[in-house]
Each structure stands twice: as C-alpha cells, then as structure tokens.
C-alpha cells in the first residue's frame, strides 16, 4: 500500500507545493526539517546512529533561528535529548529559544489498508513546551488526532514500547507454534479458538520469524539502552532469540519432510514462495525467508523463489530473480515453502500441483488436494 498515493503526490507537485532535492543547502530554505533515516543494527545488535548522526551534522551546519527541527527515527530513549540536542545547540542557537526539536515517531503499517496514515494518531514529545506546540501545529493538518507527551524520552519510549509488544508476542505465538507441534496439536485452530474470547486476549501469529525494518531491531534498541544501566531485559532478549531461531526451525522442518520421503536436501529442487517480509509489500529487509533460503543452499538444495513484489533480490553480493509460479514450476519442485502469504497466489492451486508443501502462513487454510496430506503447517 502506498502511504501518499500517487494521484495525491501527482496533486502536490502539479501545483508546486512539492519539491525533491538532493541537496541539504535547500533546508535552510523551509521552516520545518523532518529527519527520518534508517536506524540499523550492528552485527553486535548495538544500535547503529550513523545515518542520523550525519543527517542531524547537515541540519546543525545550515540551522537558523526559527527552525522547527523534528527528528522521526526510532532510537533509544534519551537519543533526541542526550545526543541531537548537543549537537545542534554546538551552533550556538539554543532549543526553545532560538530553534525547536522535537521527537515524532512514524506510526505506518505496510500493507495495512484499514489504517491510512491519516488514521493513525500521531506521537510527538518536545524538549521544551514550545516545541511541543509547534510541532503539534505542524501535524495537525496531516492527521486526524495529535498526541503529545511529555518529553522527547517519553515519546522514543511509547515507539520502543509499541514494537516491543509485538516482537514478544509474536515470539509467544512462534513457541506455542513449537510446543503444539510436539503435541501433535494444530497451532492455527488453538490461536483462532482462543481469538473468540472477547476480553484479555489479543491474536497474534506465528510464522518464519520476524522481518522488516522495525520489529526484529527496534527492540534491541531499548535492551541495548538498558544494558549500559546494568539492567536485563530478559523478555526482550529471550522473545528476540526465539524469533532468530524462527528460519532455522524451518529449514530442519523441511528436511524432515524431504526424509520422510527418502530425498537428500542436497540437490532437491525447494521453491520459496514469497521473500517479502509480510504479505502485499515489496520489502524484503531482514526478511525470514532470505535466511531459509540460504540456510537451504548452504545443505546443498537448489533454491528459487517467486515473489511478485520483489523481482530482483541481492543476498551477499549474489543476485536472485523471481520465477514465474507455472504448473511446471509447481510440479517439479520437491518442496515447496509457503514464506509469505501474498493474497494473489492461488494456494488452492499451489496444494493441487505441488507434491510437498510447507505451509508456514496458514495461506492453505480452507484449501486441500485431494486428501491434503501434502501439506504440512508449522
């Protein structure tokens, strides 16, 4: 889903109220600066503040009095105040006096067509209470409701806190998915059976594991924060360990099932259906299926994939290209791994022709081939 569709861009650009660039010189021309560039992870999980560290550099060598400066990265609490605002304020222009920063995290769902962007209440926390204000002024012709904190801090926390729920309980789903598997139990009719309470309980799913950009690292942000105070945030690490075990996991279930039918990995055709991190988007960042399928090639099987959301994938220097999904496709195909359930795929179609599927979605829900025993779910 696009979050400004592309008729409202074409709008904006016919009647010159929008304008790309380039060039950070063009931001000592606007009143309002908003900064939102990738906060990764290291390999070490430590936060990575490089990009913002540079692009806050750019802001700080052109700040001028009267500047709004508002920062939307998800960062650890205390980044705005403890490590932008110094930064800035080396320009000799003081915040709440000269210029305004504030924190105003991005709310969007990818793909979640029951909550446009204007829909979703929007976060903001000033350093000063100027600042706040006039943040607020900003967004409120943007969005339906503002919702102020108290601080900087208190607005990266209530971000760090929204991801966080839901990387922990996701990783709930992914362990219970685990434990009906020992018990012979169908994890998807427990997690729908349980979703008919109507209080004090929310659904979530499992699957492959985690991916995108924001649940599998933002978390890591605040146990990252809490370590340097000699503080473990043990469900936080131990949610992210069970959802990094997520591809492995699979992998191994789908040896089983190769096995079972006396075929080697080494050599099998494995035919990945999805590299998109979640249905209906093109981004494939930090994408579980990425890990099954080079987990699988490292064993010796010849991986392909189709996606056609994402045509082109590059995994360490090699490139892959999406495959047409054809009966041959299909049919030949050893195994096939449903890794993300893009609603276009006919997965009645997928269980008809494919002699082995390993349905990590529940994608095949309501679809069988004949006796269904082709198919196998997590």
Same mark, same amino acid.
């Given at each position: 889903?696009? $979050?400004?569709? !592309? ?27 908003? %900064? ?16 913002? $560290?540079?692009? $806050? ?23 705005? =105040? ?31 067509? !029951? ?39 208190? !607005? ?22 685990? %434990? ?32 995108? =950009? ?36 699979? &992998? ?36 579980? !299926? ?12 010849? $991986? ?10 590059? %995994?360490?220097?090699?490139? =892959? ?15 096939? %791994?449903?890794?993300?359930? =893009? ?31 082709? &198919?196998?779910?997590?």
């Amino acid at each position: 889903m696009e $979050v400004v569709p !592309a008729e409202v861009l074409r709008a904006a650009l016919a009647a010159g109220r929008f304008t790309a660039t380039s060039s950070f010189d063009d931001t000592s021309r606007g009143d309002c600066i908003n %900064i939102c560039v990738p906060t990764p992870l290291r390999k070490t999980k430590d936060p990575d503040v490089a990009h913002i $560290v540079a692009a $806050v550099e750019e802001v700080r060598k052109r700040l001028r009095a009267g500047h709004l400066i508002v920062l939307g990265s998800t960062t650890y609490p205390g980044t705005t =105040h403890e490590l932008y605002r110094p930064m800035l304020e080396s320009s000799g222009l003081r915040v709440g006096e000269d210029f305004c920063l504030a924190f105003a995290p991005e709310r969007i769902d990818p793909g979640n067509k !029951a909550f446009p962007l204007k829909s979703v209440p929007k976060l903001v926390g000033g350093e000063t209470e100027l600042c706040m204000r006039l943040a607020t002024r900003m967004f409120e012709p943007l969005f339906d409701e503002i919702v102020p904190v108290s601080s900087s801090q208190a !607005a990266e926390m209530v971000k760090l806190l929204e991801n966080t729920f839901r990387m922990i309980n996701i990783g709930l789903a992914n362990e219970i998915a685990m %434990i009906c598997n020992r018990l012979g139990l169908d994890v998807w009719e427990v997690i729908d059976a349980a979703a008919t309470k109507p209080y004090g309980f929310m659904k979530f799913l499992p699957g492959p594991g985690l991916g995108g =950009h924001c649940i599998p690292v933002d978390p890591n942000y605040l146990a990252w924060k809490l370590r340097s105070l000699k503080f473990n945030a043990r469900f936080i690490e131990l949610a992210s360990d069970i959802n990094s075990a997520r591809p492995g996991w699979v &992998v191994q279930r789908a040896l089983r099932i190769l096995n079972r039918d006396r075929l080697a990995v080494n050599g099998s055709r494995i035919l990945l259906l999805g590299v998109a991190y979640k249905a209906g988007v093109s981004d494939a960042r930090e994408s579980p !299926a990425v890990d099954i399928l080079t987990g699988l090639e490292a064993l010796g099987a010849r $991986v392909e994939y189709h996606d056609a959301h994402v045509p082109e994938l590059a %995994i360490e220097g090699r490139g =892959h290209k999406s495959v047409e999904l054809t009966d041959k496709a299909l049919g030949t195909a050893d195994l096939v %791994i449903i890794t993300t359930d =893009h609603p276009e795929v006919d997965y009645g179609r997928v269980a008809a022709l494919a002699p082995r599927v390993l349905d990590t979605r529940n994608a095949t829900a309501g679809v069988t081939s004949g006796s269904g025993s082709n &198919v196998e779910k997590l």
